[in-house]
Every structure is written in structure tokens, then in C-alpha cells.
């Protein structure tokens, strides 16, 4: 009776879920399909029982590539496809194919569609809209570069507006740095295949961003220790999570001197890199803010943009980024990466 019970409230559930869901036989030939499945394809029962799951998705290769093998070696697959409607439309979601269990042995397999085609239409708009904002951004801030050298060429040096030429350019120039920064943070959230990730000499990336910040900011002193032979799990984005940081460093500095130091250290499991410098600090009700792990307003703290992408770049290399207050002024910047062996 139990037994009966709950074979009962398994097929309800079954049938009356809101996403669309099939149950395949260990041949993998759908056995049942619940009515959501009906009603967001437009198939009818019969035209979809007796048929095997890739033809229903965009990509029958995924099937037999990733879906099948999965699942022949008793492990659940999810993951991301299109769904085929019968007008030829496809959904955009997330599905989950898991083997269905008697005791030890699979006796079926289930499978469960999430859409989400509006949401990644949306998505898609948006990021079509930034592409074009930033271009034209881009476009309109270096006619207005040209301008102000032409300015530069008619107005005595050192006088006023020749200071107000100079930081009209450097806000300029700063503004095209952060749509960069913006681009960046876009694609890594955005990605929808993992990002390329492997062993980086990080050393040799640090060092080239000290000296690169050297050039840029003369008036700023940057002191590095040793920086032993260090390789971590990152890509290429981690020199601009590097530049960011140390460029944070001197641009929000109110000292006559800028002043940044920074260290290296490896140990068995991780590298560690630490930037201090003796700017005004961050108060440390607003640390966790600043790195957007609250939400507010982050443009009133300057670093917002630049700090959040450090941030999140951090967290798909599995490392992590800490602030503390230095003393006695500044903030000290730690990276956390995870240590790996020279490839």
C-alpha cells in the first residue's frame, strides 16, 4: 500500500511540475512526458513518446557527446541547451538529466527544462546597448582629447587653464579606463563556458604592472620587495586585476607622496600579494562596499567599478581579495591565489 502510495504522488509530481519534463527508459527512448513539456513545445503525447531525447534539443551531439555518457556512467549531467518547439522555435534554459534509481539499480533516466529565453534576451540586449555606448563613448572622449590638445597648443603653459586642461584630460583618459574596466567585468559575468584558466607566473606579471604604474605616475613611489618565481591558477585578466589595484592606489591618494608598497609571498598552497599604500584608507564599515559584496552606491567611494571586477575575478580563479586598514594611514589590498606547480 505504501509503496503504491508513493508511486501515486510520484507520477503527480511528475505530471503537475511547471517545467517542462520526460522520463527515458535505460535505451534512453522517452517513456512519458508531463504536460508542461506539451504545452511549452506545442508537440502532441505521441509525437514525442518512442523518440530519444536529441530530438528534442538544438544540438543532438550534446546528447550523444555529453548527456548519454553521463548518464551510462551513472552521474547526473546539467548544463545549458535549446529546446526545439514544433514551430521550429528554440527555448533558451538550463537542464538536468539524472539516472532514476530502484535500490542499486537504474531502472530510468529523468530530465527537467528551466527556461530562461526572456532573461537571456534581455541579457543579450544589454549587452549590445553597452557595446554601443562604450564605442560611442570611446569615439566622442578622444574628438574631445583632440580638442583639448589643440587648447593646449593657444594657452600659456602653467597657467589655469592649462591646469584645467590637464585634469579635463586625466578625467578623460580615467573615464575611458573605467569603460575598459566596465567591458571586462561584462564578459566575465557573462561567460557561459568557463574561462580559460591555468598556471601564470605571477611575479613576472606583478613586476611589469610596477613598472608600467612607475612610468604613469612619476610622483608616486612604488617600493618592491623580493618576488620569488610564483605560479597560481589565473589568465591573462589578472594583469588587469593587478593594474587596477596598484592604479587604486595612487589615484585616491591624498598623500604629498604617494606611496605604495608591495610584497610577494608563496607558501605550500597558495601565493599571496599584498598592496599597501598610505592613501586615506577606507573605513571598515564600508570594506565588504566597496567590494561589492553590499550593495550601494560605489561610485562614491571611487574605486567601485575597478574593485568589484578584482572581486569577482578572484572569485573564478577560487582565490579571493581582502581589504584592512594600514598603518598608520592607508588601506593594505591582499590577493589570494591558489598556488600551482610551473606547467
Same mark, same amino acid.
Given at each position: 500500500?505504501?509503496?503504491?502510495?508513493?508511486?501515486?504522488?510520484?507520477?503527480?509530481?511528475?505530471?503537475?511540475?511547471?517545467?517542462?519534463?520526460?522520463?527515458?527508459?535505460?535505451?534512453? *527512448?522517452? +517513456?512519458? *512526458?508531463?504536460?508542461?513539456?506539451?504545452?511549452?513545445?506545442?508537440?502532441?503525447?505521441?509525437e514525442i513518446i518512442g523518440q530519444t531525447p536529441d530530438a528534442l534539443i538544438s544540438d543532438p551531439e550534446l546528447f550523444f557527446g555529453e548527456i548519454a555518457p553521463a548518464l551510462y556512467a551513472g552521474e547526473p549531467w546539467i548544463?545549458?541547451?535549446?529546446?526545439?518547439?514544433?514551430?521550429?522555435?528554440?527555448?533558451?534554459?538550463?537542464?538536468?538529466?539524472?539516472?532514476?534509481?530502484?535500490?542499486?539499480?537504474?531502472?530510468?533516466?529523468?530530465?527537467?527544462? *528551466?527556461?530562461?529565453?526572456?532573461?537571456?534576451?534581455?541579457?543579450?540586449?544589454?549587452?549590445?546597448?553597452? +557595446? *554601443?555606448?562604450?564605442?560611442?563613448?570611446?569615439?566622442?572622449?578622444?574628438?574631445?582629447?583632440?580638442? =583639448?590638445?589643440?587648447? +593646449?597648443?593657444?594657452?600659456?603653459?602653467?597657467?589655469?587653464?592649462?591646469?584645467?586642461?590637464?585634469?579635463?584630460?586625466?578625467? =578623460?583618459?580615467?573615464?575611458?579606463?573605467?569603460?575598459?574596466?566596465?567591458?571586462?567585468?561584462?564578459?566575465?559575468?557573462?561567460?557561459?563556458?568557463?574561462?580559460?584558466?591555468?598556471?601564470v607566473r605571477v611575479d613576472e606579471i606583478l613586476l611589469r604592472e610596477v613598472d608600467a604604474m612607475r612610468e604613469r605616475f612619476p610622483n608616486a613611489k612604488f617600493s618592491v620587495g623580493e618576488l620569488p618565481e610564483a605560479y597560481a591558477t589565473a589568465n591573462t585578466a589578472l594583469t588587469k586585476a593587478f593594474e587596477a589595484v596598484l592604479e587604486n592606489a595612487v589615484e585616491h591618494n591624498d598623500a604629498e607622496t604617494p606611496i605604495v608598497d608591495v610584497s610577494l609571498n608563496v607558501d605550500e598552497k597558495s601565493v599571496t600579494v599584498t598592496v599597501a599604500d598610505n592613501g586615506p584608507g577606507i573605513l571598515e564599515e564600508d570594506l565588504d562596499l566597496v567590494l561589492g559584496l553590499e550593495e550601494g552606491d560605489q561610485v562614491r567611494h571611487g574605486q567601485g567599478i575597478d574593485l568589484f571586477f578584482v572581486s569577482e575575478l578572484m572569485n573564478e580563479y577560487s582565490g579571493r581579495i581582502s581589504l584592512e586598514p594600514n598603518q598608520p594611514r592607508g588601506t593594505v589590498f591582499t590577493f589570494y591565489l591558489r598556488r600551482q606547480s610551473p606547467p
Open positions: 500500500m505504501g509503496e503504491e502510495i508513493e508511486l501515486v504522488a510520484y507520477k503527480r509530481a511528475f505530471r503537475e511540475t511547471p517545467n517542462p519534463a520526460i522520463i527515458a527508459g535505460r535505451d534512453y *527512448v522517452i +517513456r512519458d *512526458v508531463n504536460d508542461a513539456l506539451l504545452e511549452f513545445t506545442g508537440y502532441d503525447r505521441d548544463g545549458s541547451t535549446e529546446l526545439k518547439a514544433r514551430d521550429d522555435r528554440f527555448r533558451y534554459g538550463y537542464a538536468t538529466a539524472t539516472p532514476l534509481y530502484d535500490g542499486d539499480e537504474v531502472i530510468a533516466y529523468g530530465g527537467v527544462f *528551466v527556461d530562461i529565453t526572456k532573461r537571456r534576451r534581455a541579457e543579450q540586449t544589454t549587452r549590445i546597448l553597452n +557595446r *554601443v555606448l562604450r564605442h560611442n563613448l570611446r569615439n566622442d572622449a578622444n574628438v574631445i582629447l583632440g580638442h =583639448l590638445d589643440l587648447l +593646449r597648443n593657444a594657452i600659456e603653459p602653467g597657467s589655469k587653464g592649462a591646469e584645467s586642461i590637464d585634469i579635463a584630460e586625466s578625467r =578623460l583618459t580615467r573615464l575611458l579606463a573605467r569603460a575598459d574596466t566596465a567591458r571586462a567585468l561584462e564578459d566575465l559575468l557573462s561567460a557561459e563556458e568557463e574561462i580559460d584558466i591555468k598556471p
